[in-house]
């Protein structure tokens, strides 16, 4: 390798750098090697090396979800490439600017029997908002130039709204190490360019045509998705009634309607056409809520409104009837400065109602009952600590807390719901712990665990992260649904039992472990389980699915006290 074309690859590092990326997950290879020496040599980027490029992906994207900024994750060429493709899927749709850099072979090695080669031009390509395939060559001067202008070019893209993952392919020959004592540096004069990015905004006519409409309205509902915790966002003295999943993070809201998942599978039809809005105004992105998606699709507001700044829109309630593009803090904040103050509706008052009557039976509900999953989640979220981060895995856990609900303001919630696969929660977890140093909490279930366990294959175990799994030595969730718990495959092609322990995962990456399998066990544990330590720590909840499956019952037979 020519000492020119070592130092591209540090001026690939140096662009970055230079347009705010500071962190880049590596994970190891040959043919990735110059990216490797220029991001590990940079002194402005921290770097991590993990093996896996699933969990590397992964823990990227954490860390890029907490930061809110851009981090590169590299690997080599070929099938290591492939590897990274549920994490860009979920950072994709939850517009995460993940920054990919995969090293490939030269192009006209391609389909040539060689080793480690695929077609990897595009191998993203619903996913990301572009690659871009770099060239193999930079002995004229335009083709340097090239090289800068593209790798500014796709770190802007991924920063502008909405967020999302970019590719570069970057294909190298050999010799890939630079030879001894070569110099190189960083040449921090180089081409960048860089933008300015800018806030949507309506004109005094604009905001007269919605306010005129909102007055038309007799019945207004506001429903939120998943997003950042915002404290920002003025809510409290519209007297609208909002309704906020777990992982729309407005627990620190007065008035917020939590438990609507909870009231809207058992209510009457009168009750429901009480309930059906006039206008509908959701931000955010998915929500967790069967019940309310059915109800909206059901009985669909008139008007919908969804407040988004830029992208492309869903409509999940096949209602959609407005884009307002602008960011939800300000969309509220100029709301609440140009409408007179309201007085409180029947309309706000019967969903208040009914969140409160829930409210009071799921507190109740879990009293002398037998030791299960939903009841340790329960025990789980009432002693979180005062200020914390939780991560909930899919599949059942993120159902039993939205269920539960939160009522701590100083708990950020997030959960891989852009893709909603099990693959990856942990390493997502892992990555948010490495970008803060707040106790980072996850609540898994047994197999999202054993699938992710190499989100612990590396150096970097970051000690304020605690992995709570809950092992029912199979799918539970699929005891549950009702329909395939009526197969006779059930056991075998369905829940896939086993006999399999987290113990020897904690001994193997050095972890602190405990474990429980009743109420009391798991509140002393618990004591322990969030203080300071010098290590990570793993708590496993061993349950019985024959238990969990008969609690559910009771809990969904409890709901019909709802009137």
């Not at 939205?402 to 929660?425: E, H, P, Q, Y």
Request: net charge negative; proline share 5%.
């Amino acid at each position: 390798m020519t000492s020119a074309y070592l130092q591209d690859t540090m001026n690939i590092a140096e662009i970055c750098a230079q347009l705010g990326v500071e962190d880049a997950i590596l994970s190891p290879g040959s043919r990735c090697a110059p990216l490797v020496i220029a991001f590990s040599r940079h002194p402005s980027i921290q770097v991590k090396s993990v093996t896996d490029e699933r969990a590397a992906a992964f823990i990227a994207l954490g860390i890029a979800q907490h930061k809110q900024k851009p981090v590169v994750i590299i690997c080599t060429s070929g099938t290591a490439a492939l590897n990274y493709s549920p994490a860009i899927a979920e950072a994709f749709y939850q517009q995460i600017p993940l920054i990919v850099m995969t090293a490939d072979r030269p192009p006209e090695w391609i389909e040539q029997q060689d080793g480690q080669t695929i077609k990897q031009n595009g191998i993203y390509q619903n996913y990301t908002k572009a690659c871009f395939s770099l060239p193999v060559n930079n002995a004229h001067p335009d083709v340097v130039w090239h090289i800068e202008r593209t790798v500014s070019e796709a770190i802007n893209l991924a920063l502008s709204p909405p967020y999302a993952p970019v590719h570069l392919n970057v294909p190298f020959r050999e010799p890939f190490y630079p030879q001894e004592n070569q110099t190189i540096s960083f040449n921090t004069k180089l081409k960048v360019i860089k933008q300015v990015t800018s806030q949507g905004v309506l004109d005094s006519e604009q905001w007269q045509d919605i306010i005129a409409e909102m007055s038309t309205a007799k019945r207004i509902l506001i429903v939120a998705g998943q997003q950042y915790q915002d404290e920002t966002l003025a809510l409290n003295s519209l007297k609208i009634p909002v309704i906020g999943d777990i992982i729309s993070n407005l627990h620190g809201v007065e008035g917020v309607i939590q438990h609507a998942d909870m009231f809207l599978a058992v209510i009457d039809e009168k009750t429901k056409q009480d309930l059906r809005p006039d206008l509908l105004i959701s931000f955010g992105q998915s929500i967790i809520s069967k019940n309310l998606k059915l109800f909206l699709r059901a009985y669909p507001a008139k008007q919908h409104w969804h407040i988004q700044f830029s992208g492309q829109v869903a409509d999940p309630y096949q209602s959609l009837t407005k884009i307002i593009r602008l960011n939800s803090s300000d969309f509220f904040a100029t709301l609440k400065q140009r409408v007179t103050a309201l007085a409180e509706t029947e309309y706000s008052k019967r969903w208040h109602e009914l969140d409160c009557q829930s409210k009071q039976l799921s507190d109740s509900f879990f009293i002398d009952k037998e030791f299960s999953e939903f009841g340790a989640i329960k025990t789980i979220m009432d002693f979180l600590p005062e200020q914390c981060v939780l991560h909930l895995g899919n599949s059942m856990p993120i159902r039993y807390a939205n269920f539960i609900a939160l009522t701590k303001a100083g708990v950020k919630v997030f959960s891989n719901r852009g893709t909603s696969g099990i693959d990856g929660c942990m390493s997502t977890a892992v990555g948010h712990s490495l970008a803060t140093d707040k106790l980072n909490i996850l609540l898994i279930g047994d197999l999202s665990f054993f699938y992710d366990r190499n989100a612990l294959w590396h150096a970097s175990i970051p000690i304020n992260l605690r992995v709570i799994v809950l092992n029912n030595h199979g799918g539970g969730i699929f005891n549950i649904l009702p329909d395939p718990k009526q197969l006779p495959e059930l056991d075998e092609f369905f829940v896939t039992p086993h006999d399999l322990n987290a113990e020897n995962t904690a001994k193997d990456f050095a972890l602190e472990y405990d474990s429980c399998d009743d109420k009391q066990q798991l509140k002393k544990c618990l004591d322990s389980f969030f203080s300071l330590s010098e290590t990570a720590k793993l708590l496993e909840i061993h349950t019985d699915r024959v238990v969990n499956d008969s609690l559910f019952k009771q809990w969904k037979d409890y709901q019909l006290k709802i009137t």
